[in-house]
């Protein structure tokens, strides 16, 4: 190890975070209520404490010194002293060592013990007590890195939002179980950077990947208990660090080399992210970091009680995003990911907390604001989860613009037609076509709705239509936890059986439903491993669940089935991309005419004449046609989907205008190839979809 000096120089209050120069690394940490800060440098294996300093200024609220001659890989962390008054909101506590919350690398496991906490566990004083433990020996410590990597001509690929397909994962998940991938690189971004698993995510067609939380994240001390494992990784502790169990020789250079492969395969990175909250959990939780740093600043606190976190996440405390030091950093994190690792897009866990401000949610939030004028981060994919369990938490339509949302009307409407529920096929109809009533203002696109049948929240597809009930025992809440809805149902018998009519309905469905998606208005997302039915045996809330029931079934995949499904999911993907008209980066609401009498959109029934009001308040209908034109050097291309979720096999009369017309795809017979069409009826099994073609040459336009 190095000599060390006596005291710290000066250094500067920004950056914040620990900054190699070279020379040595300057240490800025942001407390506007600690008295002091101290920082503690550890031994490489980061065991014994070997120096401590006092950071020696104090700037604009912002604790700095500058350690010359210290190098990248130092291991370090913090202790701040200040008055210990939960009453008052301060938690500061020296004996806890505290996590930089600018940390870039990540050091050694945290080991559960009462020592974490700033009081005395058990106590009957509860957390008005003090704990007086080191908690150093089982705290994860921070990691001076040295960022630097050769891009060479890597570019985003800036796909435009209207030809936008997002294939969900969990990163983790999605290689575990890959036989042709070497163990110790399985479940890492090594395994992501593997031509196999980029050749099957071309192979869909998809072109972004949009992953779970890859952000450094501590495991639930409630699990451990029971054996289990967080899995989803919604409970994040180092916003700019990598989970280390992601990395498989510790380097954050995999995950760039992983960006870039992906890059040059076309396939855009966005990444799932959790700033609503801290793995801290509520005032009764460990002194990480946050807590220790600032309590009263980094989290929302209940007003005429600073003693209790605000709690509108449903995990126990409540990222202060008012806060500008707050707020600044979240918006330093996403501009890392941006600009260190070329993240083309970020997905918002909760993204109604992110918008809250003392009196409730308002999409003009600082926390909008900040990233609209952002020069970096307005230009990158923004997708909200607009909900949270707080009051007025349900926000679906209310992000600003450039932000999509996740559109879980779209998933129950869709869940909830194909299981043949009467009177949804208004509301069907809307979804198909964008859901305008709900995103159509100020100026919003169609993009703003992703469309999606499963996520990862609840059923696969293939569990959708195999269970009535959640099953979710493995997860030891009595199978009290997860959403008791579902909008599913399992055809006779409950999760697996070898009756075929049973699984020839299943198989239908999920083919029909994974069809609509691709021919809806909006962003499709795709679970991953939809595409070859995989299945979590009825768990609907497998967040910790972190071996077979969650990860990719490779050989469910290369199954016949599997096989089969995939290649379907393929081909729907690729009409999308060819057909112009199944991605309008505008609203259509059949006001325009391609060509003499065909408008842009239209809705008939299944006699081929157009809706009545009275047909669409008729709840004892299904069957739908959806028929929409759109015009280029070619003439005028007419695609009409025939939607039949009845058990029963239905003929349709084709719609006007009359030409010659094609079968492109019919989702009970998936392997059929496009032909000629004759006559003016059409059959459409049950519980299926079928598109067809029309093409009105341009003399006749």
């Known amino acids: 190890m190095p000599p060390y000096p006596d005291r710290l120089e000066a250094g500067a209050p920004s950056p914040l975070g620990a900054t190699w120069d070279g020379l040595g690394t300057n240490f800025a940490v942001f407390s506007s209520n600690a008295t002091r800060i101290d920082l503690c440098i550890f031994d490489p294996n980061g065991r014994r404490e070997v120096a401590r300093y006092t950071l020696p200024e104090y700037t604009d609220e912002i604790w700095h010194g500058y350690l010359p001659g210290s190098r990248a890989g130092l291991i370090y962390g913090y202790r701040a002293y200040g008055p210990y008054e939960p009453q008052h909101g301060h938690r500061f506590n020296p004996h806890k060592l505290l996590l930089d919350p600018y940390a870039r690398r990540i050091a050694g496991d945290l080991r559960s013990s009462d020592a974490l906490f700033g009081y005395r566990v058990n106590s009957p004083r509860a957390d008005l007590s003090f704990d007086r433990r080191d908690s150093a020996p089982g705290m994860l410590k921070a990691v001076v890195t040295a960022d630097a990597f050769h891009w060479g001509d890597d570019r985003p690929p800036a796909i435009p939002w209207s030809d936008l397909v997002i294939y969900e994962a969990h990163l983790r998940g999605l290689t575990m179980l890959r036989q042709d991938l070497r163990p110790r690189e399985r479940g890492t971004f090594a395994a992501l950077a593997e031509p196999a698993v980029i050749d099957h995510l071309r192979r869909l067609g998809v072109n972004a990947i949009e992953l779970l939380p890859i952000h450094a994240f501590v495991q639930d001390q409630y699990l451990l208990k ?269 999760g697996p059986t070898d009756d075929p009519a049973v699984n020839e309905i299943r198989r239908r469905l999920q083919y029909a439903m994974l069809a609509t998606v691709m021919l809806s208005q909006g962003t499709p997302m795709l679970l991953g491993g939809d595409e070859f039915g995989r299945t979590q045996n009825g768990n609907n809330n497998a967040y910790c669940q972190d071996n077979e029931i969650s990860w990719f079934d490779w050989e469910q995949a290369d199954s016949e089935e599997g096989r089969a499904l995939t290649t379907f999911v393929g081909r729907m993907v690729g009409l999308r991309h060819r057909h112009p008209v199944l991605r309008w980066n505008q609203y259509i609401h059949g006001r325009n005419q391609p060509a003499p009498g065909v408008l842009d959109i239209q809705w008939f029934d299944q006699q081929g004449g157009q809706m009545t009001n009275e047909a669409w308040n008729n709840p004892q209908e299904r069957t739908l046609v959806l028929q929409r034109a759109s015009k280029d050097a070619g003439g005028v291309t007419i695609l009409t989907c025939f939607f039949n979720p009845t058990p029963d096999d239905q003929t349709f009369a084709m719609p006007p205008p009359d030409l010659p017309t094609e079968l492109v795809v019919d989702s009970a017979s998936p392997k059929e190839p496009e032909r000629p069409l004759e006559g003016r009826t059409l059959l459409v099994k049950s519980r299926s979809v079928v598109l067809t073609r029309s093409v009105l040459e341009p003399e006749r336009t």
């Open 226 to 494: 029971k054996e289990l494992r967080n899995y989803w990784g919604y409970n994040t502790l180092g916003f700019f660090a990598i989970e280390p169990r992601y990395l498989s020789d510790g380097s954050a250079e995999e995950m760039r080399i992983a960006v870039r492969r992906l890059h040059a395969a076309g396939i855009e990175v966005i990444l799932d992210v959790v700033y609503n909250h801290t793995a801290e959990g509520s005032e009764l939780g460990p002194t990480l970091s946050f807590r220790g740093l600032d309590n009263a600043s980094y989290y929302r606190l209940v007003p005429d009680n600073l003693r209790h976190n605000i709690n509108d996440t449903g995990t126990g405390n409540t990222f202060n995003l008012s806060h500008p030091r707050v707020l600044q950093l979240v918006m330093d994190s996403l501009r890392y990911w941006v600009q260190s690792f070329h993240v083309d897009g970020f997905r918002f866990d909760l993204g109604v907390t992110l918008g809250r401000e003392g009196y409730g949610f308002d999409p003009g939030s600082g926390f909008f604001d900040a990233i609209l004028q952002d020069p970096i981060l307005s230009q990158v994919k923004l997708i909200s989860e607009p909900w949270d369990p707080g009051p007025g938490g349900y926000q679906l339509g209310a992000q600003p613009p450039r932000f999509a949302e996740w559109n879980d009307r779209y998933r129950d409407g869709l869940r909830r037609y194909w299981r043949g529920d009467e009177g949804e096929r208004s509301d069907f109809s809307a979804r198909l076509a964008g859901s305008a009533d709900i995103f159509e203002h100020r100026g919003r696109r169609p993009y703003a709705s992703v469309n999606f049948a499963a996520c990862h929240d609840g059923f696969t597809l293939r569990d959708t239509v195999s269970y009535a009930e959640r099953h979710n025992e493995a997860n030891g809440e009595d199978n009290n936890d997860g959403t008791p809805e579902n909008y599913s149902a399992n055809w006779g018998v409950e």
